[in-house]
């Protein structure tokens, strides 16, 4: 046996399913004892979280980002100082700035600042 091939080998010995195209995948997330072995697996995992508690989370979100946008001037503040002024963890201070970048009210610069941009 080839060495450069070991490890698709090895894959194919574990009963890897080869993906070629998206029905392919299809054809695999329709195999449901698979999926629920995998979401069990998941669900064992430690930092898992399951998708109904992101509901949960948005009014906290929404609110967050309203006293985000409360702080910011157009001079940058470090996330960590913004964090702090806030009370806030590291994760929920994360999902507010990544929304309110996406929405293009926020800047993130370097060193881990933030500063909000001006409507012209």
């Given at each position: 046996?080839?060495?450069?091939?070991?490890?698709?080998n090895?894959?194919?010995?574990?009963?890897?399913?080869?993906?070629?195209?998206?029905?392919?995948?299809?054809?695999?997330?329709?195999?449901?004892?698979?999926?629920?072995?995998?979401?069990?697996?998941?669900?064992?995992?430690?930092?898992?979280t399951?998708?109904?508690?992101?509901?949960d989370?948005?009014?906290?979100?929404?609110?967050?980002?309203?006293?985000?946008?409360?702080?910011?001037?157009?001079?940058?503040?470090?996330?960590?100082?913004?964090?702090?002024?806030?009370?806030?963890?590291?994760?929920?201070?994360?999902?507010?700035?990544?929304?309110?970048?996406?929405?293009?009210?926020?800047?993130?610069?370097?060193?881990?600042?933030?500063?909000?941009?001006?409507?012209?």
């Amino acid at each position: 046996m080839d060495e450069r091939f070991a490890g698709g080998n090895r894959l194919i010995k574990q009963g890897a399913t080869l993906i070629e195209d998206v029905y392919d995948v299809l054809n695999t997330l329709r195999n449901t004892s698979r999926t629920t072995d995998y979401l069990t697996l998941l669900d064992a995992e430690e930092g898992f979280t399951h998708f109904s508690s992101f509901e949960d989370d948005a009014e906290q979100i929404k609110n967050t980002k309203a006293q985000i946008l409360e702080q910011l001037e157009l001079t940058p503040v470090s996330m960590y100082e913004l964090m702090h002024r806030l009370y806030l963890n590291e994760s929920t201070l994360l999902k507010a700035i990544i929304e309110l970048e996406i929405e293009r009210k926020i800047s993130r610069l370097i060193a881990d600042e933030v500063s909000i941009l001006y409507d012209s």
